[in-house]
């Protein structure tokens, strides 16, 4: 199937505008990424954002809050932005936190994890934990109910929702969590499937970019089979939080996010799976209808998750 033309347009744009990552300083590959998408994006409002700072168990964690109303035990849903742990930030983020608000019409805590390479893995996990557990304890301050917290994630922060719902899991918080979503989730090293072989050149998710990523984030080549960073290896899946997966058709991560979402089902996870056709790995990022069907998708979801309509 053809890609979407006009996200076609704005991958052969940003090629243009910022030259390839290996090729560039990361303090000026990251001003570029974060400018180009805040400059795509459409920005909606909402009824209020708070920037706050989580006191994590390593490092103070930024943090922003959005409220879709003056409404109290609102769901709330705990959001990690992508970037290969080493791009993306809050402000990058915010057109797209601010559309999960109000489509799903609850509070979006989007969180400003340690980026790599100046804090290698496990980071990035470390905060995230440490943000989920935050907002699990103080969800009555944020008006939220601490029974109905999710957490999400693209690309990266996919990975990171992933874990945290594992580790939840295996700590057996309580309250615990209520839903995953996992947008084109990277879910561990993957040499063999056929969506890396076939889209890894030329699909915005380029195979050096991953590359570099992997090497400024991981300590040792060792750290690429601990399930923090691999958590596709796990092998009981079982008793997780329900899950949304959402794919795209052209995204080297495609198949290894499919496969999650079959061994969670397999496992008796009640696991919805949905592949946009037409689209790249980052396509909820840009300007173009399948992003608006996406954000849509999610938030009738999260409000039947959160309010049974």
Request: with cysteine; hydrophobic share 40%; glycine share 8%.
């Amino acid at each position: 199937m053809p890609l979407d033309p006009k996200l076609r347009e704005l991958i052969e744009q940003i090629t243009k505008l910022t030259p390839k990552l290996t090729e560039q300083t990361l303090e000026t590959y990251r001003k570029a990424f974060k400018q180009f998408f805040k400059s795509v994006a459409p920005t909606v409002p909402v009824y209020k954002t708070e920037d706050v700072v989580i006191e994590g168990t390593e490092a103070r964690i930024p943090a922003r809050v959005y409220y879709p109303s003056s409404e109290r035990n609102r769901g709330v849903l705990v959001y990690f932005h992508g970037g290969g742990f080493v791009l993306g930030d809050v402000e990058t983020y915010d057109p797209l936190c601010r559309a999960l608000t109000n489509a799903c019409n609850c509070v979006v805590v989007s969180v400003d994890y340690r980026l790599a390479p100046e804090h290698k893995f496990p980071a990035a996990v470390v905060d995230s934990i440490d943000a989920t557990k935050w907002v699990l304890r103080n969800a009555e301050k944020i008006n939220g109910d601490p029974n109905k917290v999710a957490i999400g994630g693209d690309s990266a922060g996919g990975n990171l929702a992933a874990v945290v719902a594992i580790t939840a899991r295996n700590e057996g918080w309580k309250p615990g969590i209520k839903y995953q979503v996992l947008i084109n989730p990277f879910l561990g090293v993957d040499f063999s499937s056929y969506s890396q072989r076939e889209y890894a050149t030329g699909y915005f998710l380029e195979g050096d970019q991953m590359d570099f990523f992997g090497r400024a984030y991981l300590r040792s080549p060792a750290d690429a089979f601990d399930w923090r960073f691999s958590p596709i290896m796990v092998n009981d899946l079982r008793n997780l939080p329900p899950a949304l997966i959402i794919t795209s058709e052209y995204d080297p991560l495609r198949d290894h996010a499919e496969t999650y979402a079959a061994r969670l089902k397999a496992a008796g996870v009640p696991t919805v799976s949905v592949r946009f056709n037409f689209v790249t790995h980052g396509f909820y990022g840009f300007p173009i209808n399948e992003a608006q069907a996406a954000i849509v998708l999610i938030g009738g979801v999260l409000r039947l998750v959160f309010y049974g309509t």
